[in-house]
């Protein structure tokens, strides 16, 4: 284990964090193939049965068992973000060392660029892309959040490239002639992997509230998949009579957004006592 993840796990809430989304991934992996499926309607007439021992979670109006719909929005959720945020991560780790080692116009027009779009707010941007879509795949969804998402990362990275340059280990490498390529991805973007990871982290938990917010709003992902934003959205004339319905997938988006907030924090705060 790295320096960084000794002293996350030495974080009691960064332990904790870390065990809760452990646990989230084993059960999205491990449980759906246990469970009914999602959209099984055994019993539509007596649809909302309350929580018991053969539905843990209980059932919605549509008698579906709560807690395989809940696992498998998990799955979608957690599905969109690693694609988004690894999108993101990628495009806004190459504009910002590109930007910061280049300087020059290029970083001008570069960085002009990232505070024009920044000007836009990031969900109107998103309302836009997929309201134009009548029906949304997934590969879209995860594709118009990672493409909307990079701008942060990039002047994140450029910030730390900036700095990166001034030291003599950069200044050596090109004193000795390296080649602007092999001082990027050789000697600058492993020392920005430390501030990359918080941003990571961090972003992971914007990304499923965005996604749980799309969905809640129809605009997400679409049924017959569940998802945690969907399921609120359809228990939402249920809320009084069964609030488990929507309880649950609330539940599940706070837990894990939560969880990834305290992995985050605990990264910042490590990250922190390197620098």
Do not use: C
């Amino acid at each position: 284990m790295n320096p960084l993840g000794r002293r996350l796990w030495a974080d009691p809430a960064g332990r904790l964090g870390t065990v809760v989304l452990l646990l989230l991934v084993v059960a999205v992996i491990v449980l759906p193939p246990l469970l009914p499926a999602p959209w099984l309607q055994p019993d539509i007439a007596h649809g909302g049965l309350a929580p018991g021992t053969r539905h843990l979670l209980g059932t919605d109006h549509l008698s579906r068992d709560v807690l395989s719909r809940v696992v498998s929005g998990g799955r979608i959720s957690l599905l969109v973000a690693a694609g988004a945020v690894a999108m993101s991560l990628t495009l806004g780790t190459l504009v910002g060392l590109v930007a910061g080692y280049s300087g020059g116009w290029i970083d001008a027009v570069l960085m002009r660029l990232v505070d024009a779009t920044l000007a836009v707010p990031r969900l109107f941007l998103l309302l836009l892309l997929v309201a134009a879509l009548e029906r949304i795949p997934l590969s879209v969804l995860i594709l118009s959040i990672g493409a909307t998402g990079w701008l942060g990362t990039s002047r994140l990275v450029r910030a730390e490239v900036l700095k990166l340059k001034t030291l003599d280990f950069i200044r050596g490498a090109v004193a000795l002639g390296a080649r602007p390529a092999r001082v990027i991805f050789t000697h600058l973007l492993p020392n920005v992997t430390g501030p990359l990871a918080v941003a990571t982290t961090l972003a992971v938990g914007d990304v499923i509230l965005l996604e749980a917010g799309l969905s809640f709003l129809g605009l997400g992902v679409q049924p017959p998949t569940p998802s945690w934003g969907g399921m609120i959205l359809d228990a939402k004339p249920y809320i009084v009579s069964a609030p488990w319905t929507s309880l649950a997938p609330g539940a599940a988006i706070v837990l894990t957004v939560l969880a990834v907030n305290l992995v985050g924090d605990a990264l910042s705060h490590a990250q922190a006592e390197d620098g």
